[in-house]
């Protein structure tokens, strides 16, 4: 699975997930910051974890998880990236 599938995928779950209504998720750029812009707080975070493991059925744990991963849409797709077993990442 390549990055930019990641990175639509995730702004999928953003736009359901924080309810932003009249945002389509290719209206939000790889580096809109998630807290500032899109109003992302600790609970939306968790909403979030939630929806990116039904997604991508990988299982997010606090480990290595912390405030810079959700700093915009790039750098938690790179965060789940690294978290997809190598056959799917890969393809």
């Known amino acids: 699975m390549d990055e930019a599938n990641i990175r639509l995928r995730i702004k999928r779950i953003l736009v359901e997930s924080l ?6 998720p290719e209206e ?3 580096d809109t910051p998630l807290r500032e812009e ?11 974890i939630l929806g990116l493991e039904r997604e991508f059925g990988v299982r997010i744990q606090g480990r290595g998880l912390g ?6 849409v790039a750098t938690l797709g790179a965060f789940v990236q690294q978290r997809l077993p190598e056959s799917a990442a890969s393809g």
């Open 28 to 30: 939000i750029e790889d």
């Open 67 to 72: 405030r810079e991963t959700f700093t915009n």
């Open 38 to 48: 899109l109003g992302l707080d600790s609970i939306d975070a968790l909403e979030l």
């Open 19 to 24: 309810a932003l209504e009249g945002v389509e």
